[in-house]
């Protein structure tokens, strides 16, 4: 029998010399975060197969965001707003700071300034749990808004066997058709061919869709045989991608036929975004307990063995 591995925490190089933090579980799972991103880019199970799809054309090389793994979209979701898509914490180098000091009086950072502390753990089994606390720090007096999403890009083994259930009869937003609302009416999200929804609107790619209850999301790779449960905390939306044939032709950083091999099931704060005020923190939390877990086992995080980080970054002054 082997012998069971001491947790560990690692600061180490990762692609083109990007830091990264390597966790290691006793029984063998482990997770990677760059600090570029404050990403989560891979994440094994105790018999080493990864649950996260990373594109072999990935770019690790700032300004552009890895894909793949579980890029963090703050303080702007998508092209909702006037910033840049998906907002601009994807593109930042976090830092590492286990008990950042309150920002000075006398900061140049203004209305935007907020902290962001991302704490990023492995259960004893394996389980992956993020969480995000974001508090505005604004000295002026001023509420500050924003919409979120974890962008988690999952690995499947065929995009046609799998399954999501948790999403029916919820209504949604098409990313691709004007945003307009509909209700989604089938047992289950399929994508059999190119996504379709049962409303008409075919060759659908992207859509987001307000999740209301309950916070577990599941995603069956029939093939593999393999199911991820997703429960999230605080984020009230979901977002189902899959690019498809023609945009991954058309994405520099994707392989054409990867889009068969990766879904992202996000989980997020979009149609209402978060207002806080001067003082305020809100907390968004994603938990991935392993494949095949029972429900029983998720709740695992309450015995977090390893506690990798607090990431803090500050707005860009105005
Ligand atoms: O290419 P990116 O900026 O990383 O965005 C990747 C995708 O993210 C989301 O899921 C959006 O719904 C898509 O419209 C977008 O294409």
Redesign the pocket.
């Known amino acids: 029998m082997m012998a069971a591995k001491e947790p560990s925490i690692e600061l180490c190089n990762g692609a083109n010399g990007l830091e990264k933090i390597v966790l290691r579980e006793f029984r063998g799972s482990s997770a990677e975060v760059y600090l570029y991103g404050g990403q989560v880019t891979s994440w094994k199970n105790d018999h080493g197969e990864e649950l996260l799809f990373v594109s072999s054309k990935a770019v690790f090389k700032p300004p552009k965001?890895i894909?793949g793994g579980i890029?963090i979209c703050f303080p702007q979701f998508?092209t909702h707003g006037g910033l840049e898509?998906?907002g601009f914490a994807r593109n930042k180098i976090w830092s590492i700071d286990p008990d950042p000091p309150p920002f000075p009086p006398n900061s140049t950072y203004r209305t935007c300034v907020s902290e962001f502390r991302l704490r990023v753990a492995l259960g004893p089994g394996g389980d992956l749990m993020l969480t995000s606390r974001i508090r505005n720090t604004n000295t002026d007096g001023k509420p500050f808004s924003f919409t979120f999403a974890y962008?988690t890009y999952f690995c499947v083994t065929d995009i046609s066997e799998v399954r999501i259930e948790g999403l029916e009869t919820l209504d949604y937003l098409d990313?691709l058709f004007g945003k307009e609302r509909f209700t989604e009416q089938g047992d289950a999200i399929t994508f059999e061919s190119e996504l379709t929804m049962g409303n008409g609107h075919s060759y659908v790619y992207?859509w987001?869709i307000r999740f209301i209850s309950p916070a577990k999301i599941a995603i069956i790779d029939h093939e593999r045989k393999r199911t991820f449960v997703l429960q999230k905390d605080g984020l009230p939306d979901a977002?189902v991608?899959n690019?498809w044939d023609k945009k991954a032709k058309a994405?520099v950083d994707f392989g054409d036929d990867e889009y068969k091999h990766m879904l992202?099931v996000?989980a997020a704060a979009i149609e209402k975004p978060i207002t806080l005020k001067p003082g305020e923190e809100w907390k968004g939390r994603l938990k991935g307990p392993l494949p095949d877990s029972s429900c029983e086992g998720l709740q695992a995080h309450s015995h977090i063995s390893l506690q990798v980080m607090a990431i803090l970054f500050r707005l860009s002054p105005i």
């Open positions: 965001a894909r890029p998508g898509q998906h962008h990313n992207s987001w977002v991608w690019p994405m992202c996000e």
